[in-house]
């Protein structure tokens, strides 16, 4: 059920893309009959976007778990699902969803503020990587997804509009706009403020 070995016996003259497309389609009719193989190979295929849109939300410490409850839910509910090319906004869906529920029962257990807070002692980079986070969070849903794909999971461009159904130029746009609000978010030069410094020079 490897994706590499399933793209190799089919010798139409398609785009990548499309022959990718046909292939994970041809999983999630498969998996909604019980193929166990399918599912698994649906979960390696979909895994890294499942797991960017989730710590797009959340924090990364919670994003492994709440990933795992999404392909249950997947599992428990693919039957549901009325076509099966479909599939990769339905689980964006269940993944938003997901990492939604899982926020407001995060503010819901938030202990009260006059109670001590004890922080352990930096003795890592962790801190610049929880800042990044947190600055991620506050982007637009589009942007802070795209950019999660693309710098946590380390997918290309391809493979988000593969993944994702948006066009490659779409998620040039994101990955270009999102990239300039996340420098402003964390006080980096961005090519706008650049230029302007240029131009009193």
């Known amino acids: 059920m490897a994706l590499s070995a399933a793209l190799s016996q089919d010798p139409r003259p398609k785009p990548p893309e499309e022959r990718i497309r046909a292939v994970w389609v041809s999983w999630v009719s498969a998996a909604r009959k019980g193929d166990h193989e399918a599912f698994k190979a649906l979960h390696g295929h979909f895994g890294k976007l499942v797991h960017a849109i989730v710590i797009s939300r959340v924090p990364a410490s919670d994003a492994a778990d709440l990933v795992q409850d999404v392909f249950l839910t997947v599992f428990q509910k693919l039957s549901q699902l009325e076509d099966d090319a479909a599939f990769p906004g339905w689980l964006s869906q269940l993944a938003?969803?997901?990492?939604?529920?899982?926020?407001?029962?995060?503010?819901?257990?938030?202990?009260?503020?006059?109670?001590?807070?004890?922080?352990?002692?930096?003795r890592s980079a962790a801190p610049d990587a929880k800042k990044i986070l947190k600055a991620l969070h506050s982007l637009p849903e589009a942007y802070a997804e795209t950019l999660a794909m693309r710098l946590i999971e380390g997918m290309t461009g391809p493979e988000i509009a593969e993944r994702t159904g948006l066009t490659p130029g779409s998620v040039r746009v994101n990955l270009h706009r999102g990239m300039e609000k996340l420098r402003e978010k964390l006080g980096l030069p961005t090519a706008q403020n650049k230029e302007a410094l240029d131009d009193r020079e």
């Open 96 to 122: 938003r969803h997901r990492a939604s529920r899982h926020q407001r029962d995060a503010r819901d257990e938030e202990p009260l503020e006059d109670e001590p807070q004890l922080e352990a002692p930096d």
